[in-house]
């Protein structure tokens, strides 16, 4: 179906579907099986250390011979460590966020990955593209996890048209309608997080999974807008605590350190009220865990349904 896809053609990829960065739970184990789906697995660096971050791309090598990406948070601590581990591993692809990777960007090209970060805004994109990036990944703010102030509809058509380069759509997308949109709006793939922490491979802790499946269209909140990195998460004691904190207007210092530790504590100790359940407000129509294949496989089988759907009423 995607024979002249420029995403597929360009990554070596079936299926033009990237699976979101996210750090505690893209592990190897997500990747390996999203890649092997045909889509492009992607490992979240996170805040992880050098070594830790090496075992995971060495164990999804050994779990899957099709390409895979690593997704690296520039604010991380050990960020000029991990850009050497990638180096050293050269994956098939770097996203990264919070930030510009210029300055990798030669060092990257030269071992052969390629460079798509994302953004949240078309003066960023710009500014990415003049630097040699590949693509673009750009996320609006429906997504789960820290977010931009756009949303996502109006987001892909501006930066499409800002660019020239192929531009993957991200925030709110679960299933065939909302890749069909991300189309619509010109882009050339997609990237999804929340639908795939939903999966059977994803590791994220059992209560975290089910906070999310019984979550609502108005589930999500965002915390964190005052320290100038907003987050989406699921509203719980943890989101409550920080918005009294805010409304006293607490110091910046307090809040950080309640945000410290949080995301782990939901994701891997199971802590949904104490901890931070990243997700997006598409989180709303996540009702079941299903195995990455059949993820992968319903969004593609179910797009030429909504595309005959569109094309019968506008005849």
Request: charged residues 20%; hydrophobic residues 45%.
């Amino acid at each position: 179906m995607f024979e002249n896809n420029v995403i597929c053609k360009m990554l070596g990829i079936k299926v033009p579907i990237f699976q979101g960065g996210m750090a505690w739970i893209g592990t190897a184990e997500l990747a390996s099986a999203v890649s092997n789906a045909g889509g492009l697995g992607i490992i979240g660096s996170g805040n992880m250390p050098p070594d830790l971050l090496r075992a995971e791309i060495q164990k999804c090598k050994r779990w899957t011979d099709k390409p895979f990406g690593v997704n690296v948070m520039l604010l991380s601590p050990y960020v000029k460590e991990v850009m050497q581990v990638v180096i050293d591993e050269h994956p098939a692809v770097v996203t990264t966020g919070a930030g510009n990777p210029g300055e990798y960007v030669p060092a990257l090209k030269e071992v052969g990955t390629k460079v798509i970060p994302v953004v949240a805004s078309v003066a960023l994109a710009k500014r990415l593209v003049r630097g040699g990036v590949d693509a673009v990944i750009a996320e609006g703010s429906e997504s789960g996890g820290h977010i931009g102030e756009i949303a996502t509809m109006p987001l892909i058509p501006q930066i499409v048209d800002a660019v020239d380069v192929p531009v993957i759509g991200a925030g709110g997308i679960a299933d065939s309608r909302g890749m069909a949109a991300a189309f619509a709006l010109g882009a050339q793939a997609v990237q999804m997080g929340s639908r795939f922490v939903m999966s059977e491979e994803c590791i994220a802790h059992p209560n975290y999974k089910e906070m999310v499946r019984r979550a609502k269209d108005r589930s999500t909140v965002v915390t964190g807008r005052t320290l100038g990195h907003p987050a989406r998460v699921l509203r719980n004691k943890l989101t409550h605590k920080f918005f009294e904190l805010e409304e006293s207007g607490a110091p910046a210092e307090e809040l950080e350190k309640l945000g410290v530790g949080s995301l782990h504590r939901a994701t891997h100790e199971g802590d949904v009220q104490n901890g931070s359940v990243m997700i997006g407000e598409i989180s709303g129509m996540l009702n079941d865990i299903k195995p990455v294949q059949q993820i992968i496989d319903d969004m593609v089988s179910g797009l030429p349904a909504v595309c005959q759907r569109l094309s019968s009423e506008m005849h």
